[in-house]
């Protein structure tokens, strides 16, 4: 299939941007091998020496094979770079079946299987890594149940928000260059505020001083860029957790402690969730805000332009991808890589303290996007600045 090459080059020349002499390891469960072994066929070509594929079952190392290179290898493995790639699955709520809410809410283990476990906060990356789902036929099939070309549909998804046309590599240069450039135009502002309205409800959602806005690529010293998530295409602000005022409403359904939850509104009230309602849901809503007292709180905003095709959209959107199709507020813990000098905090404790960072063991994020969503920023000077009207992003970058 044409989209399953082009996600392929996508994952190595964009999410991993692997160059010649990179030593690539690829961790991946049996289900995918298939996949893992077509992207160690072309990696391999962009390298020039082996790549190593990993087969791992319930966290263990069941075999481990290389894909060699048609020629000899040049390249010393003593002076070869290290690039990690995880392909992952898709997260099997099912498993949760027999756990009630509270036992999911806390047991971290749970937690994380439910895809609501906020990650640690001080771990920093000493190699390009990346995670990329891979879309099988069977995901496809219980995401599309009844479609006679279930595949299809979900690759028509996808490519609503992943540039997989005939020129993507270009399409993809053309929005991360936006990214980097919204960015500097953002931080130049040293925006305190935003400010987002959606028809009738509003939040004024303050900004932690000492983080900046920053856009999905990740930077190694001294000169290594990569994508560590292959669907993240939005621009992110850490949050003051003490300042959220106002009301707002998710936009689509989506899942929290393994339950779907539609139609949720959220109240805040110097920084705390004060009242919320759902049309679905509110059990699954109450037992995630009691993990812990951050979880009342907001620690990152994620803004994503609204797609204009959303024809193929399913009706219960895969967790992996929610964060790619509607701007989010995440509740509880925040990401530290919006602060610089992470070495300085002793563990987060000390980082929370140090920063006003939220830090929780909650990550749940919650979409607002719509195309009638409009969202300004108040700069340092308190002047409003509009930043997004109908979903779209409108401040000048030039």
């Not at 709520?93 to 609501?116: F, M, R, V, W």
């Not at 290594?224 to 949050?239: D, E, H, M, Q, Y």
Request: charged share 25%; net charge negative; glycine share 6%.
């Amino acid at each position: 299939m044409l989209e399953e090459q082009r996600y392929i080059d996508t994952i190595l020349n964009v999410s991993l941007q692997l160059r010649e002499g990179e030593a690539l390891s690829i961790n991946s469960g049996e289900r995918n091998m298939s996949f893992a072994q077509k992207v160690a066929q072309k990696a391999v070509e962009i390298s020039g020496i082996p790549v190593k594929i990993v087969s791992i079952e319930e966290g263990e190392v069941k075999e481990v094979f290389t894909v060699d290179p048609v020629h000899k290898e040049m390249i010393a493995e003593d002076s070869q770079s290290k690039v990690l790639l995880y392909l992952s699955e898709p997260l099997d709520l099912s498993i949760l079946e027999d756990n009630t809410l509270k036992e999911i809410a806390h047991n971290p283990p749970l937690l994380q299987g439910a895809g609501n476990l906020c990650p640690p906060q001080l771990d920093r990356p000493v190699a390009p890594f990346a995670i990329a789902p891979v879309p099988t036929a069977s995901w496809a099939r219980r995401i599309y149940s009844g479609e006679k070309e279930p595949l299809r549909s979900f690759w028509s998804f996808l490519s609503s928000f992943l540039p997989l046309g005939d020129t993507f590599l270009n399409d993809w240069i053309t929005v991360l260059r936006r990214n980097v450039a919204l960015v500097k135009a953002i931080n130049a502002l040293s925006p305190t505020h935003l400010i987002i309205k959606q028809e009738e409800h509003a939040l004024s959602l303050p900004l932690l001083a000492t983080s900046q806005a920053r856009q999905s690529l990740h930077h190694l010293p001294p000169d290594r860029v990569f994508l560590p998530r292959i669907s993240a295409r939005g621009i992110s602000f850490l949050t003051d957790p003490k300042g959220s005022e106002g009301t707002i409403r998710s936009s689509l359904p989506f899942r929290l402690l393994a339950e779907r939850v539609k139609d949720l509104s959220l109240i805040f009230s110097e920084g705390n969730i004060t009242s919320y309602d759902a049309n679905t849901g509110m059990d699954a809503v109450q037992e995630a805000l009691s993990i812990d007292e951050k979880a009342r709180k907001i620690g990152l905003c994620t803004l994503v332009e609204e797609l204009t095709d959303t024809t193929h959209f399913p009706d219960d959107i895969p967790p992996e991808f929610m964060g790619s199709v509607s701007s989010f507020i995440t509740l509880g813990g925040g990401e530290s890589n919006h602060l610089k000098n992470l070495d300085l905090y002793e563990n987060e404790e000390d980082l929370q303290e140090k920063t006003g960072m939220n830090i929780s063991l909650l990550k749940a994020d919650i979409p607002f996007g719509s195309r009638d969503t409009d969202i300004d920023m108040i700069d340092r000077d308190g002047h409003t600045v509009p930043l997004m009207r109908d979903g779209k992003f409108v401040l000048y970058t030039e």
